[in-house]
């Protein structure tokens, strides 16, 4: 059993351009718990008011709606009926906060820092303090002993007030490799006071997974004398190493391992526990979350990704769009037969898909391949004439600009029109725009549309940063009279390539619109010597596959 403590509302919200309001962290926090992670380190409370706000909120929250479980508390760890059962919706007994030991020279009570952590309503506390000779002498300004003496005093403290105490040893695994002695000494001091998780942190990201693994086992095997105490790895990822040594520190006897969910963090970021989960689960058959819930992983970490205004990386593994991406023809041909030949694990167990990619690389097998992907538990005759048309018009519109490659969604409304089932959802039958600006102000623009859905027409103005922006927003409002789902959606990428840099202004351009409605991510395509023109197409291809989208679910 390996306990997930998810740090990315503390961790995480350190990283560059990351900032979460109130309402995101509560969003993060409960869409966590769906998941099924038991701990998730919501903030420092003594550091800022929003922090302290949301371990308040919450146990007003619990309090209000719920009775105490009987099953919800730290002996479900070791339950041989581990199950999503155990994750009654109360959010207060997830949370950790997480704070510094009591300052130097201060007594634990004195410390207003130090006591807003025992004061804060989460029974569980992450206190961290320095486990390296440096660390502790020449930037804490703290003689060894009295380093000790912080960290021994706070962990007592603390578990006499009744908290769970997480003790996190700063740089950790530079203070070992420097003294050793001295590492495992702090190790020791914080387990005889009664940490009941003591977590080795890698915090300058800078050790090696075999480091890790051989300091580890000897941690391990040393506190033979405190079996209860739960030994816990924190890897930053400044060598690229935190999701291998996270790994390899599970191996040499770690039962608890700490991450962000899309990997964010300070400087390189932390250990990414999208992929850390299903390794464990997957590769490694041990148990970290209720088993039914990993499916929901690549939908949960879009969720996280949407909630911190960050994209997804394609090539993230096991929840990127790309991570069972098939672009050689052989490839393609291979999954097609029998997944196994190129893909370590089925898409579905994690809650992804299979891609194959249209290029210039890929065959028949693969456009037979994506076919039958849309049309799920159909036979697909290859030599239909709706293949070949579909397969001539791929040829002929790449020649003009287009690319399917990354283009999921205008390929399935290509194949459903060619097949004579793609809904007609609405049309656009006009669109201007309106461009202008006086003297250093900035440009205004709007667009005009007409659209139509079935007899009833919609003529709509609107304001947008730039030309695509306004007919964004144009064509939502009038169509969401209609559809009103349309609402969630937004653009969260757009891309424009030159195809023939040779005729200049005149050169034909692409243009790749990734949307989202929070939980879906797709992508659409237009080309076209006119910019505005390509954006349009793949605007309208945008708004079809959403609502495609909800038809299929039954939305």
Not at 93 to 114: H, I, P, Q, S, Y
Not at 188 to 208: E, P, Y
Not at 274 to 290: E, N, R, V
């Amino acid at each position: 059993m390996i306990e997930i403590l998810d740090s990315t509302l503390r961790d995480g919200a350190q990283s560059e351009n990351v900032s979460f309001s109130a309402a995101d962290k509560k969003a993060v926090i409960k869409t966590l718990c769906d998941f099924g992670i038991p701990f998730i380190e919501a903030g420092n409370p003594g550091s800022n008011p929003k922090d302290s706000e949301i371990f308040s909120d919450f146990s007003e929250y619990d309090s209000r709606e719920y009775d105490s479980s009987e099953n919800y508390s730290s002996e479900y760890y070791s339950s041989e009926n581990y199950s999503s059962e155990y994750y009654s919706p109360h959010y207060i007994d997830n949370l950790v906060a997480f704070g510094a030991t009591r300052r130097k020279a201060m007594r634990c009570e004195d410390d207003k820092l130090f006591m807003s952590l025992i004061e804060c309503p989460a029974k569980n506390v992450s206190i961290f303090g320095k486990a390296s000779v440096f660390h502790a002498t020449e930037i804490l300004g703290a003689s060894l002993e009295e380093n000790l003496e912080m960290i021994e005093e706070s962990i007592s403290f603390a578990v006499r007030s009744g908290k769970v105490v997480f003790f996190d040893a700063e740089h950790f695994f530079d203070g070992y490799k420097d003294n050793p002695e001295y590492a495992k000494t702090v190790i020791f001091a914080a387990a005889k006071a009664g940490a009941s998780r003591i977590v080795l942190c890698d915090t300058n990201g800078g050790s090696f997974p075999s480091e890790v693994y051989d300091i580890t086992k000897s941690i391990k095997d040393a506190l033979y004398d405190y079996p209860d105490v739960i030994i816990g790895i924190h890897c930053h990822n400044d060598c690229g190493f935190a999701d291998a040594s996270a790994l390899f520190a599970v191996m040499a006897g770690a039962s608890h391992v700490q991450g962000t969910f899309t990997g964010i963090g300070e400087r390189c970021g932390n250990t990414n526990l999208s992929t850390i989960i299903p390794s464990i689960m997957l590769k490694l058959k041990l148990q970290c979350i209720p088993e039914e819930n990993l499916p929901k992983l690549t939908e949960t970490a879009r969720k996280i990704a949407e909630i911190a205004n960050i994209r997804l990386p394609d090539g993230m593994p096991f929840v990127g769009k790309s991570a069972f991406a098939h672009k050689g023809g052989m490839h393609a041909d291979g999954v097609r037969k029998n997944p196994i030949s190129f893909e370590h694990i089925n898409p579905a167990s994690v809650g992804n898909e299979r891609n194959i990619l249209l290029s210039e690389v890929a065959g028949r097998a693969a456009v037979i391949a994506k076919v039958s992907r849309i049309f799920t538990g159909k036979d697909i005759d290859k030599n239909s004439p709706e293949i070949s048309d579909i397969i001539t018009t791929v040829k002929e519109r790449e020649a003009d600009g287009y690319q399917y490659e990354g283009a999921d969604a205008s390929f399935e409304i290509l194949v459903r029109e060619r097949f004579g089932i793609m809904p007609e959802y609405f049309t656009l039958d006009y669109y201007k725009i309106l461009g202008e600006r006086t003297g250093e102000a900035e440009p205004l623009t709007s667009a005009i549309i007409k659209a139509r859905v079935n007899d009833k027409t919609k003529l709509r103005v609107h304001e947008g940063d730039g030309p695509v922006n306004a007919i964004d927003k144009a064509l939502r409002k009038a169509l969401s009279q209609f559809y009103p789902v349309l609402e969630t959606v937004h653009l969260s990428d757009y891309k424009v390539r030159i195809i023939d840099s040779k005729n200049a202004t005149a050169a034909n351009v692409r243009v790749l619109i990734e949307s989202t409605d929070g939980v879906n991510v797709w992508t659409t395509v237009g080309a076209s010597t006119n910019i505005i023109n390509a954006s349009v197409s793949a605007l309208i291809d945008s708004i079809k596959y959403k609502l495609l989208l909800e038809e299929k679910t039954g939305g």
